[in-house]
């Protein structure tokens, strides 16, 4: 279905023109980009003490030298009362070259997933494509996880770190996953991974999915974007078959099946040109003898979640709040 049948309100129409502009106008034909005008266009949202909507969040440093730090979101306990909340690990997505905690759009959704889930959320700032390559986003992440880890009582009040699930979209979605692979060969002190809620993840290869070409002019990730993005994050000279993007594809490196591997939620979009691959994602995994649901909405984009004005946002909502409290449930009993 062409982009144009996709009907969206006039702002965010807008949004979509001026996100299309920096995208095109940022990428250089040398492979790097114009950061200034990334982050002319890049609005951003300040932490704020005082609850927003039920909401409270600080900025917290885990490494000043490479700018790893994470955006820490609770809801207002005087609101909530007692009782302790689980944690969500949170990655955002953006190819692995735009965005921070602090864009507005993840920043506004995170706060959604706040107050909709009763969650904390910790959403962690990794360096970004094509300054840093692959695996250093993997890293970043997979160190935030530690650090948590190790700071468990100074930094999460009011949290269980055994009710912890990782997270992210797209590129996050991604990163989620290859963090968890990192995590399953290692001991957290603390920590237990319950789940991972992979929304509408990016992941690739070099075949040409039924689902790229029919969907190829999404309005915010088109199969130009991917190739562009793949070729920007994978180590030069690599094909789109590198275990990074085609996890259970030609040249995979890891037997899913013998890592310990968490409960995951695959959520997916109708009309998303990656929805083929996370469907091979959903199948590896299946085979691979993990525990896996997969959620479709029909009528959605890539990247649709984070308008809360749309109606699929608030399906990828209870689709996780469900994932959630099923794996809480189990905890408990
Ligand atoms: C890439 O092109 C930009 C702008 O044309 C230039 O400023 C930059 O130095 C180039 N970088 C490399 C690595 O060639
Ligand atoms: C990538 O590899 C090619 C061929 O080996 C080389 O010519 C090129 O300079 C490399 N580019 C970077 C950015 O390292």
């Known amino acids: 279905m062409p982009s144009s049948v996709i009907k969206l309100p006039l702002k965010l129409r ?4 001026l996100f299309r502009f920096i995208v095109n106008h940022s990428r250089r034909q040398n492979g790097t980009v114009n950061r200034r005008l990334i982050n ?14 039920g909401v409270v969040s600080s900025d917290n ?22 009782g302790r909340l689980p944690v969500m690990v949170y990655f955002h997505g953006g190819g692995f070259v735009l965005s921070s905690p602090s864009s507005f759009a993840f ?5 959604q997933l706040v107050r909709e889930l009763r969650t904390a959320v910790v959403s962690v700032n990794y360096r970004l494509v094509p300054e840093h390559r692959f695996p250093t986003q993997y890293e970043d992440g997979f160190d935030a996880l530690k650090f ?11 949290v269980d770190p055994k009710l912890c699930f990782l997270a992210g979209d797209s590129a ?32 690739g290869g070099e075949e040409r999915t039924e689902s790229e070409i029919r969907n190829s002019g999404g309005p915010l990730l088109s199969l130009e974007d991917t190739d562009w993005y793949w070729k920007a994050f994978l180590p030069n000279g690599s094909d789109r078959d590198h275990p990074a993007a085609n996890v259970f594809g030609p040249k995979s490196t890891v037997d899913i099946s013998q890592v310990k591997y968490p409960a995951t939620l695959i959520l997916m979009a109708g009309l998303d040109i990656l929805k083929d691959w996370q469907r091979k994602y959903y199948d ?13 909405d029909p009528n959605a984009f890539h ?13 990828f909502v209870k689709g996780i709040q469900d994932f959630m409290q099923k794996h809480l449930n189990k905890e408990n009993c």
């Open 148 to 158: 948590l880890d190790d700071n468990v009582d100074k930094l999460l009040v009011n």
């Open 61 to 82: 440093v885990i490494e000043a030298s490479r700018d790893l730090w994470f955006r820490l979101y609770t809801p207002d306990t005087t609101v909530i009362g007692g």
């Open 284 to 296: 590896g995994l299946k085979k691979a003898g993990k525990e896996v649901d997969l959620l479709q």
């Open 107 to 111: 920043d506004d959704w995170c706060r």
């Open 14 to 17: 807008l949004l979509v023109v």
């Open 40 to 53: 002319l266009f890049d609005f951003k949202n300040p932490p704020s003490k005082t609850p927003r909507k």
């Open 303 to 315: 990247g649709s979640y984070v308008f809360e004005e749309l109606p699929g946002s608030a399906f």
């Open 172 to 203: 996050g979605g991604n990163l989620a996953h290859h963090v968890a692979v990192k995590a399953g060969e290692y001991e957290f002190s603390r920590l237990k991974l319950m789940g991972l809620i992979a929304i509408q993840p990016f992941f």
